[in-house]
Nanobody, 115 residues
Framework: VQLVESGGGLVQAGGALRLSCAAS????????MAWYRQVPGKQRELVAR???????NYVDSVKGRFTISRDNAKNTVYLQMNSLKPDDTAIYYC??????????WGRGTHVTVSS
């Protein structure tokens, strides 16, 4: 199983980024997918989750700003992040699976939001 994130980077507050996660080695269409984030020294946090039926849920701090979506034909999950804030700065991880914590994790992509 391989999950490869891309799309991270440095952006000013108020800006936008779109993260992508390409999955291989799993039956993508039947898996719940999620994005977590972690700031060094702090607990990791579930940011957004999407089920195989495309139901979504978000942590309160990103509601109305972030959108998770999936393309089963491309085995890819996305996280559109708008109106970014310095508090969104973290390493963002793509995950797959129904476990808690999820069964599979990517290596992460850095997002830095400058004020």
């Amino acid at each position: 199983v391989q999950l490869v994130e891309s799309g991270g980077g440095l952006v000013q507050a108020g800006g936008a980024l779109r993260l992508s996660c390409a999955a291989s080695g799993i039956i993508f269409s039947i898996n719940a997918m999620a994005w977590y984030r972690q700031v060094p020294g702090k607990q990791r946090e579930l940011v957004a989750r999407i089920t195989r039926g495309s139901s979504t849920n978000y942590v309160d701090s990103v509601k109305g700003r972030f959108t998770i979506s999936r393309d089963n034909a491309k085995n890819t999950v996305y996280l559109q992040m708008n109106s970014l804030k310095p508090d969104d700065t973290a390493i963002y991880y793509c995950t797959a699976g129904l476990g808690s914590p999820p069964d599979y994790w990517g290596r992460g992509t850095h997002v830095t939001v400058s004020s």
